[in-house]
């Protein structure tokens, strides 16, 4: 069963951020990165969350497919919004209850800097409580004020909490909450735990950070990309290598990059045999020191008998970015005296760039022969060497 999972909402116009013309602020970039993308990689740091589902704008789908590529893990398929906050939280549940976790955390996507403390804080809160949000007690003295602008009153700011996100609830009563306000035609709430109190449920209040703030305005993103390049830690530059053989067998294709190449052999292996890939992906994990292809995935387990080789290849560059890692580059020296790489050369690298979510211009694919000497030279088999060059929080 699934304990946790996250609803990130970013089908949002973004309006008062000040971008007509551009892309919607959740996917603005910050540090090279979308807004977006920063929200799921903070749930992805929390292993108890097992499931990650973003609601999206359907004009976003090409922003969000970049996205995505960029923190593969975890993620479900995109769930399309609706006219309102309150629709798209609606069917981002409806979408989770086809598997049901047992707790859901709602978060808004122009909050970029949601601590992992702060999303088991509010995970551990439901344990005692039906419902649980960030917030941050107000210090700010508040003033009430008419309608010509000047000052009413001075209300007292004692248990006053400004709410932000995640907001954390047990799934079946969320749902029916939403579920119950769609029908009776109230659509005023200005956020879930609003809802959840109209129905009596009882809200605890988990203290958060300030920086859990919320990108609205222009202002608000140049003070975010500020924080991050203040935050940016001391970068070192790392290098890792790779090596991997497979010997051809009865077939008639194989995998070369990802690239299914049709040949008068197939390759033997325990996964698709993909050398290119195995090589590729010993590179990051030896950039990053995390051991190799056959400590996370031995051949001696069923469970990746036939496998395609993008999943190692992924799982590796997810192990970069957890690491708060970034990939440079990677090179891919593939050695057979058949079949011809040339005419596929393109092709493996768009597709190395894909399942890495890189630039292809940051992916090289060399292929050379043996001048038939040794077992490639003989025809028995394909070789692969690769490098990759990451560069990691020193």
């Known amino acids: 069963m699934v304990t946790a999972a996250a609803l990130i909402v970013a089908a949002g116009r973004g309006s008062r951020a000040g971008r007509a013309g551009l892309s919607p602020k ?14 799921i990689a903070a749930f992805q740091a929390v292993p108890t969350i097992q499931r990650i589902a973003i609601v999206i704008h359907p004009d976003d789908a090409d922003l969000y497919a970049d996205c995505a590529r960029m923190a593969p ?18 069917l981002g549940l409806e979408a989770l209850s086809a598997d049901a976790p047992e707790h859901v955390l709602i978060h808004d996507a122009a909050r970029p800097f949601v601590a992992a403390e ?3 804080g509010v995970l551990d809160a439901l ?21 010509d602008g000047t ?61 859990n703030f919320k990108i609205t305005t222009q202002e608000d993103l140049a003070m975010a990309e500020d924080l991050l390049r203040s935050a940016q830690p001391v970068l070192e530059t790392r290098t890792g290598t790779g090596f991997d053989v497979h010997a051809f067998c009865e077939g008639d294709h194989v995998w070369v990059g990802g690239v299914r190449i049709p ?3 197939g390759l033997s292996a325990h996964s698709d045999g993909d050398a290119p890939l195995h090589a590729l992906t010993d590179a990051l994990l030896g950039a990053i020191g995390d051991g190799d ?9 069923p469970k990746w008998k036939g496998a395609a080789s993008h999943l190692f290849l992924a799982d590796a560059a997810q192990r970069v970015a957890a690491r708060g890692g970034r990939i440079v580059n990677v090179d891919l020296t593939i050695l057979c005296e058949a079949p011809r790489i ?12 894909e399942i890495l979510g890189l630039d292809v211009a940051r992916v090289s694919v060399k292929a050379t022969t043996t001048e038939r000497l040794g077992f490639t030279g003989r025809g028995e088999g394909l070789a692969a060497m690769a490098s990759a060059t990451v560069v990691v929080p020193a």
């Open 26 to 39: 959740q996917y603005a970039l910050l540090a090279g990165r979308p807004v977006l993308a920063h929200a």
């Open 73 to 90: 893990d975890r993620l479900l398929p995109p769930v399309i919004g609706g006219a309102t906050r309150q629709d798209s939280v609606r």
């Open 118 to 120: 702060t999303i088991q």
């Open 127 to 147: 344990r005692d409580h039906e419902g649980a949000l960030a917030a941050q007690p107000v210090a700010d003295t508040l003033k009430r004020a008419h309608g």
């Open 151 to 211: 000052v009413a009153e001075t209300p007292p700011r004692d248990g006053l909490w400004q709410a932000q996100t995640p907001q954390g609830f047990r799934f079946s009563p969320i749902l029916a909450a939403h579920t119950r306000a769609a029908a009776e035609g109230r659509h005023d709430f200005t956020d879930d735990a609003a809802l959840a109190e109209w129905t009596g449920l009882r809200v605890a209040l988990v203290a958060s950070p300030r920086k």
């Open 263 to 265: 040949h008068d052999k």
């Open 293 to 301: 292809i056959g400590q996370h995935f031995p051949p001696t387990d």
């Open 342 to 353: 040339g005419p596929h050369r393109d092709a493996i690298r768009n597709r190395v760039a």
